[in-house]
Every structure is written in structure tokens, then in C-alpha cells.
Nanobody, 125 residues
Framework: QVQLVESGGGLVQAGGSLRLSCAAS????????MAWFRQAPGKEREFVAV????????AYVDSVKGRFTISRDNAKITVYLQMNSLKPEDTAVYYC??????????????????WGQGTQVTVSS
């Protein structure tokens, strides 16, 4: 059974940066499409970014384009989300998700089979 464990969240001032990590254990995720979602209080979980299994293709929600970068290290079985120029509206719990069918790409939460427990990101103004 795959376990996805996120880390790297925290409290940061607006304009600051954080790097989230998602480490997989149990089996490789190197053949899977991987994504990041986020959920703010009282809101639906929303798609943030996705990366293809080889890492050659990425996509982002418009609100983070130019500020966030998703990447992966298949040797370390880890996916990253570099977040720069953070804004208060980026405050949310961030989740790593895996699509083992390697589809390109989906933004609905129901298209991803495995999820991490989430890591809190809080951006103060």
C-alpha cells in the first residue's frame, strides 16, 4: 500500500517562500501522475498543480502560475511544490495526490486514488 507523506508546511509572511515535499513509501510512484491540491477552511479542495510521470509536463491553476513550481525526483520517490511570492489567499492545507493510471491530466479530486494526510500552510499579511 502506498503511503504519501507531506512535509514542509508552516507559517510564513506574505511574499515569502516554502517548499513542500511529498515522500512515497510502500511502492514506487515513478510511473504515476502526481498532483498537489489544497483546501482552505470552508472551501472545497482545489487542484493546484500536476506533473507527469516523467516530469516533462506540468500544469497549474491560474492563481499560482508564475509563483509555484512542481517537480519530482523519481530516484527519491519524492514530489515537491516550491511556493514563492506567497499570498494570504494561499493559506490552506496542502495535499499530495497520486493517479496510478498516469492520465494527463485531471483536476478533479476523484481522479486521484491515493492521498497524503496534508500539511498546513499559513501566510500572514
Amino acid at each position: 500500500q502506498v503511503q504519501l507523506v507531506e512535509s514542509g508546511g508552516g507559517l510564513v509572511q506574505a511574499g515569502g517562500s516554502l517548499r513542500l515535499s511529498c515522500a512515497a513509501s510502500g511502492r514506487t510512484v515513478s510511473t504515476s501522475t502526481m498532483a498537489w491540491f489544497r483546501q482552505a477552511p470552508g472551501k472545497e479542495r482545489e487542484f493546484v498543480a500536476v506533473i507527469s510521470r516523467g516530469g516533462g509536463s506540468t500544469a497549474y491553476v491560474d492563481s499560482v502560475k508564475g509563483r509555484f513550481t512542481i517537480s519530482r525526483d523519481n530516484a527519491k520517490i519524492t514530489v515537491y511544490l516550491q511556493m514563492n511570492s506567497l499570498k494570504p489567499e494561499d493559506t490552506a492545507v496542502y495535499y499530495c495526490a497520486e493517479d496510478p493510471l498516469s492520465r494527463w491530466y485531471n483536476t478533479g479530486r476523484h481522479d486521484y486514488a491515493y492521498w497524503g494526510q496534508g500539511t498546513q500552510v499559513t501566510v500572514s499579511s
